[in-house]
C-alpha cells in the first residue's frame, strides 16, 4: 500500500491521488450506501423500517425530527 495520500476533490467527485484525479464517482450514488431517509416514504413504511431495523432507531428519529416531523413516527417506541 503507498503512503500516498488519497482524498475526495468536491464537488466533483474524484477521488486524487498525488494531484492527479484516479477515479470518478457518478452523480448519483448507490442508494443502498446512502441510507434510509424517512422523508421519502409513507408513515407506515417508516414504522415497519424502524422495526425492522432497531440499529437504526436514533438516525431514523432524528432524521424525521429535522425533517418532516411526523408525530407518530417521533413517538414511535414510546409505550
Not at 23 to 27: E, F, G, I, R
Not at 54 to 72: A, F, I, Y
Given at each position: 500500500?503507498?503512503?500516498?495520500?488519497?482524498?475526495?476533490?468536491?464537488?466533483?467527485?474524484?477521488?486524487?491521488?498525488?494531484?492527479?484525479?484516479v477515479?470518478?464517482?457518478?452523480?448519483d450514488?448507490d442508494p443502498?450506501l446512502a441510507?434510509?431517509?424517512?422523508?421519502?416514504h409513507?408513515v407506515?413504511?417508516?414504522?415497519?423500517?424502524?422495526?425492522?431495523n432497531?440499529?437504526?432507531?436514533?438516525?431514523?428519529?432524528?432524521?424525521?425530527?429535522?425533517?418532516?416531523?411526523?408525530?407518530?413516527i417521533?413517538?414511535?417506541?414510546?409505550?
Open positions: 500500500m503507498s503512503d500516498t495520500p488519497v482524498y475526495w476533490s468536491q464537488p466533483n467527485q474524484q477521488v486524487v491521488r498525488n494531484g492527479d484525479p477515479a470518478v464517482l457518478p452523480d450514488p443502498e441510507g434510509f431517509d424517512p422523508g421519502e409513507t407506515d413504511e417508516v414504522l415497519q423500517y424502524l422495526e425492522d432497531p440499529d437504526e432507531v436514533d438516525t431514523v428519529l432524528d432524521l424525521e425530527s429535522e425533517g418532516k416531523g411526523r408525530k407518530t417521533l413517538a414511535w417506541g414510546d409505550d
